[in-house]
């Protein structure tokens, strides 16, 4: 059974920063595509950021591009997001993902695993 359980989430103040880690177990995924999404109160998920299986392909959405760093360590099955200059709008709960396939397929048909979320909450 495949599990992703995220870490790191908690309060910041505006332009602080967190990094959170998502660990996989049940499965692989150094061939896979793994990224992270994110949820705000009363809005729709959101893509925030995915990396291939190599860790090469790298995608962000334009919200986060310079502020936000994700990478990968196969090693430890896995995936860590860096946020740095945090704004109130980042504010969400944050939700690891990981797909039996590339990355253009975690962006847009979805993933096919998720983590229970955590939270980050930035104060202004």
């Known amino acids: 059974q495949v599990q992703l359980v995220e870490s790191g989430g908690g309060l910041v103040q505006a332009g602080g920063s967190l990094r959170l880690s998502c660990a996989a177990s049940g499965r692989t995924f150094r061939h896979n595509a793994m990224g992270w999404f994110r949820q705000a109160p009363g809005k729709e998920r959101e893509f925030v950021a995915a990396?291939?299986?190599?860790?090469?392909?790298?995608e962000y959405a334009d919200s986060v591009k310079g502020r936000f760093t994700i990478s990968r360590d196969n090693a430890k099955n896995t995936v860590y997001l860096q946020m740095n200059s945090l704004r109130p709008e980042d504010t969400a709960v944050y939700y690891c993902a990981a797909d039996e396939g590339p990355l253009a397929h975690l962006v847009k048909r979805g993933p096919d695993y998720w983590g229970q979320g955590t939270q980050v909450t930035v104060s202004s």
């Open positions: 990396i291939g299986g190599s860790g090469v392909s790298i």
